[in-house]
Every structure is written in C-alpha cells, then in structure tokens.
T-cell receptor, first 115, second 114 residues
Framework: DGGITQSPKYLFRKEGQNVTLSCEQNLNHDAMYWYRQDPGQGLRLIYYSQIVNDFQKGDIAEGYSVSREKKESFPLTVTSAQKNPTAFYLC??????????????FGPGTRLTVL | KNQVEQSPQSLIILEGKNCTLQCNYTVSPFSNLRWYKQDTGRGPVSLTIMTFSENTKSNGRYTATLDADTKQSSLHITASQLSDSASYICVVSADSGGYQKVTFGTGTKLQVIP
C-alpha cells in the first residue's frame, strides 16, 4: 500500500511549546514538501527538500524547522516562535526533475490547534 | 507577483447538473496548470494537468480547458454526483530554472445536494 502518511491527524499544543509533525512516504520520491493551509487562503509553502540532508525555505519558513535524514521522512517542527501556528498542515512528495512538473502527492494532513 | 484567482468561492448545485469552475492566473513564465480535488479534512488529489500547448483535457466527468493567451482555465463537471462535493484547487507552476515554483488558488468549494 504505497502512499504518504502524516501523523497525528489532530494535534493540540499549549502556547510556548514546540511540536513535531510526522510525514512518511514509501513512493521512493526524492522531493518532499510542507504546506500550510488556512481558511480562505491557498496552500503556502513552508519548506521543501530535493534530496536527503538538504532542504530549502519556502515562502513562510519563519517559526518552522525541518530535517531530512532519510529519504522517506520529512518531519516538521512548529516552534514557539511561530506567531499563529493553528492551521491545517499538508505534507507532499514528488519526483524531482526539471523536465515537466512532477505531480505532488499529498498526505491526509495534520490539524494543529494551539490552546 | 504570481497570483491564482478562482471563482466562484463556493457553489451549490443539484445532483445530476453540470457546473463550471473558473481559474485566472498571472504566473510567469508559465509551465503548467493543474486542478486538484480536496475532500474536507483530506489532502488534495490531482485531477488533471495542462501544459502550454494543450487547450482541453478530460478525466472522466471532469474536463479542463486552458486559454494561455487570456491566462484562464476552467474545470467543467458533468452530471454531478454527491461525491463531487469538495474543494477544487487550481495550481499553476512557473519554471524558475530548476525548481517549479507552484502557486495555489484559494479553491472553489462545491456542494452537490440531492
């Protein structure tokens, strides 16, 4: 059963705490991405990674950190520096290449609520 | 600034009816345009992709059109079903030399009622 998984589905956090969202894929994709989705807004790119041990900031990286120690895994940490962390977080993966635009496969998402 | 605008924001139609969703973009240099379907609380799923040279593409009851001159795309849903209730997101990619910069629209929320 190939795909991309995220856990947990729902996450609650107190203000001032860091929290890590999990993303795993078994599609053998090189590239992985983290997006944030807020009501009435399009998905916004937080971080992306083309290969293991390398990642790049997206449009809204402040207050977030990532790691890419394994090809299959791309965890996202929401730090206490993120001013408005309550949102729906989506992880995606794709092949990587400049010829054409590889389709991004999305995980089911994690809804983070800061109390 | 790259932008993707979708209309209407929301739409309610009766089961069995057709509908058309619109997408206007100002993305340059244009690489391709994709429509995604996102069920509530789930991740988006790709429906179709269109490149500069394509002006229509079908996927079952979904038909996407692209007018690269006017920078407009539409997604037509035929004989709607209750399972079509979802948000439909238009996504446009710009070729930025090695990385396809992707801009997401805010989506059209479609509700199909019996």
């Amino acid at each position: 059963d190939g795909g991309i998984t995220q856990s947990p589905k729902y996450l609650f956090r107190k203000e001032g705490q860091n929290v890590t969202l999990s993303c795993e894929q078994n599609l053998n994709h090189d590239a992985m991405y983290w997006y944030r989705q807020d009501p009435g807004q399009g998905l916004r790119l937080i971080y992306y990674s083309q290969i293991v041990n390398d990642f790049q900031k997206g449009d809204i990286a402040e207050g977030y950190s990532v790691s890419r120690e394994k090809k299959e895994s791309f965890p996202l940490t929401v730090t206490s520096a993120q001013k408005n962390p309550t949102a729906f977080y989506l992880c995606a993966s794709s092949r990587w290449g400049t010829s054409g635009d590889p389709v991004q496969f999305f995980g089911p998402g994690t809804r983070l609520t800061v109390l | 600034k790259n932008q993707v605008e979708q209309s209407p924001q929301s739409l309610i139609i009766l089961e069995g009816k057709n509908c058309t969703l619109q997408c206007n973009y100002t993305v340059s240099p244009f690489s391709n345009l994709r429509w995604y379907k996102q069920d509530t609380g789930r991740g988006p799923v790709s429906l179709t992709i269109m490149t500069f040279s394509e002006n229509t593409k079908s996927n079952g009851r979904y038909t996407a059109t692209l007018d690269a001159d006017t920078k407009q795309s539409s997604l037509h849903i035929t004989a709607s079903q209750l399972s079509d209730s979802a948000s439909y997101i238009c996504v446009v990619s710009a070729d930025s030399g090695g990385y396809q910069k992707v801009t997401f629209g805010t989506g059209t929320k479609l509700q199909v009622i019996p």
